[in-house]
């Protein structure tokens, strides 16, 4: 995150932004390098010990 300012807690919590917007940059080349990997994960599936699904 290049604004440090969006991680600073104090007792829990996270200052209101005085700008419009959150704060946050988003890198145009990551994210189209990210869209051309795609993705690989899976859910993980639960379950109890009778061997139905669980959530």
């Known amino acids: 995150m290049n604004n440090s300012e969006l991680s ?3 007792n829990g919590y996270v200052k209101i932004p005085d700008k419009p917007g959150l ?3 988003i890198d145009d080349g990551k994210l189209k390098q990210s869209a051309e990997t795609g993705h690989d994960w899976t859910n993980q599936i639960w379950r109890h010990e009778v061997g139905s699904i669980a959530e």
């Open 8 to 10: 600073d807690c104090k």
């Open 23 to 25: 704060g946050v940059e």
